[in-house]
């Protein structure tokens, strides 16, 4: 809508008749992006309704903040991705995109801020999951010790990103969130019930569908479920593109209760974006 003032109404109906005539099925939480320049900003339309892309969380010089954690330079995925981790009206979020472009610490920046806005959101701790699969399915053997003990290992990315987003050390992360972040496999959950919690499953492309199943009807009263992926980084061979994360994605895509989004560009380091160009 480059030219004129356009209401909302009349932007909706545009879309509904671009749709139509393009056979377009907008489902769910999917978002329709709509730039006006006539008022210079970014609408989403999910479902029927309107909205102005979120920027509260981004300074005068363009940084995104989500609590002590900020990113230079943010690009409108992550804005869109923000607005739904921060809406408490979706339930559950799943997230997509290339390897480095802040899919987890997104995810886990914005359930430490709402943690620590309790008056608002009201959720008590976070609950991590996590395959126990490494790259190319390689493993160093069974590891000794308690459930804890055995996944530290597998908790160091975890720890590390709420050290990056504290600004302090991965032992340190550990300790001070200890009671308030557990990380865990999938394997204990059958037949709980986590209330009051952010539920994030991390790397959940080497989950099989029946797993996230599992972890999904988990999800108790007052909880939010947050899934984060990249399909082309399946390292368990029992799951493939078309019985795992995208087939969940697949079937809910037209809830209301659940919104999808992709990050596309890498923010990791120039090297991370020149793989993933070439990859």
């Given amino acids: 809508f480059p030219d004129g003032t356009k209401d909302d109404n009349c932007i909706l109906d545009t879309i509904a008749i671009i749709s139509e005539e393009r056979g377009i099925d907008v489902p769910g939480n999917a978002v329709v992006r709509v730039r006006d320049y006539s008022r210079n900003v970014t609408l989403l339309k999910r479902g029927d309704k309107l909205i102005k892309l979120n920027k509260d969380n981004v300074d005068e010089d363009g940084t995104l903040r989500i609590g002590k954690f900020s990113l230079n330079t943010p690009d409108e995925d992550q ?45 008590d701790h976070i609950v991590v999951v996590r395959p126990v699969v490494g790259a190319d399915e390689q493993n160093i053997g069974l590891l000794p010790g308690t459930k804890d003990e055995k996944m530290a290992e597998w908790a160091v990315p975890i720890w590390k990103n709420i050290g ?114 070439n990859y």
């Fill in 164 to 277: 990056k987003i504290e600004s302090s050390s991965a032992a340190v992360a550990a300790t001070r969130h200890r009671g308030k972040v557990e990380v865990q496999p999938s394997y204990f959950m059958r037949g709980d019930t986590i209330d009051n919690a952010i539920i994030i499953v991390d790397d959940a492309q080497n989950f099989r569908y029946d797993d996230l199943h599992t972890i999904a009807t988990r999800v108790g009263q007052n909880s939010k479920l947050i899934t984060t992926h990249d399909w082309r980084q399946i390292d368990n061979s029992a799951v493939t593109a078309s019985n795992g994360i995208l087939r969940m994605v697949e079937n809910n895509l037209h809830e209301k209760l659940f919104a999808y989004c992709t990050l596309g560009t890498v923010h990791r380091s120039k090297v991370a974006a020149m793989h993933e160009r």
């Fill in 79 to 123: 804005l869109v991705l923000l607005n739904y981790l921060l809406d408490t009206s979706i339930p559950e979020v799943s997230v997509g995109g290339k390897a480095g472009s802040g899919k987890s610490i997104t995810a886990l920046a914005a359930a430490l801020y709402m943690l620590r806005n309790d008056s608002t959101y009201h959720y």
